[in-house]
């Protein structure tokens, strides 16, 4: 693993209408758009349903690791995520990240000592960690030019 502090860039472009297409390095582009509770197409990945999915696929990428380094075998892990997005205190934010996680152990497996494993995942899971992180914002207006 690389020493921290890690970053990771993302480069989102948009108008005034339409998708937002979202790219970084060596990957593969999205194109996201409002969920259709904003008013949205519904038919594509929102910032909601992105970090929704963040969460779930951190929680398992975070047991993978802990089972590898606890010599747990397991077979395969889904988990269905449910973000809970909520006004408090006059602002609109994620109050709850419910996962609903399946974890299916080979024969003979010891499912008291995988379901702690599985606890500690979602106790140390980046994503669900960071969900109070300060945002942090510099912007760089700019005004076109008159024909």
């Not at 509770?37 to 910032?47: H, K």
């Not at 995520?81 to 408090?88: N, P, T």
């Not at 990240?97 to 152990?105: F, I, P, S, T, V």
Request: charged share 25%; hydrophobic share 45%.
């Amino acid at each position: 693993m690389d020493a921290y502090p890690h970053h990771y860039t993302v480069r989102a472009a948009g108008r005034a209408e339409g998708s937002v297409a979202l790219a970084a390095d060596r990957l593969p582009s999205l194109s996201s758009a409002p969920p259709q509770q904003f008013g949205g197409p519904g038919d594509q990945w929102s910032p909601e349903t992105l970090l929704v999915a963040a969460a779930a696929d951190c929680l398992i990428l975070t047991f993978r690791a802990i089972a590898r380094a606890s010599k747990l075998p397991w077979l395969s892990l889904d988990c269905d995520a449910e973000g809970v997005l909520d006004r408090v205190d006059g602002v609109t934010r994620f109050t709850q990240m419910r996962m609903n996680a399946r974890l299916a152990l080979p024969a003979g497996g010891d499912a008291e000592r995988a379901r702690r494993l599985l606890e500690k995942a979602e106790k140390t899971c980046l994503v669900t960690c960071s969900l109070k992180a300060e945002p942090v914002l510099t912007a760089d207006v700019t005004i076109a030019d008159s024909p």
